[in-house]
C-alpha cells in the first residue's frame, strides 16, 4: 500500500513542477520583452516625430510610447508656463 501511495504523491511532485518549470519560462519570456520595450522607451529622445490619436493623446513613431495629451505636449515645447 505504501508504494501505491508513493507513486501518486511523485506524480503529483512531477506534474506541478511541469506546471511550474512552463510558468516560469512564459514568465521569462514576457519579462525579457518587456525589458526591450522599456529600455527602447528610456534611450528614445521622443524628438519631433509624433503623431496624435483620436483621444487627442501624443504618441512618439519611434519607441511607441504615449506622451499623454496632445496640447499640454505642445504648451511645453512652446514655453508657455500656463
Do not use: P
Not at 511550474?20 to 528614445?44: D, E, M, Y
Not at 510610447?65 to 508657455?80: C, H, M, P, V, Y
Amino acid at each position: 500500500m505504501a508504494d501505491y501511495l508513493k507513486f501518486w504523491f511523485a506524480k503529483f511532485i512531477v506534474e506541478h513542477g511541469i506546471e511550474l518549470l512552463f510558468i516560469t519560462i512564459c514568465l521569462g519570456i514576457i519579462a525579457v520583452l518587456s525589458a526591450q520595450k522599456w529600455l527602447r522607451q528610456a534611450r528614445c529622445k521622443h524628438g519631433g516625430r509624433l503623431y496624435e490619436t483620436q483621444a487627442c493623446e501624443a504618441i512618439c513613431q519611434q519607441c511607441g510610447k504615449n506622451l499623454g495629451f496632445i496640447g499640454a505636449l505642445k504648451r511645453t515645447e512652446s514655453g508657455d508656463d500656463k
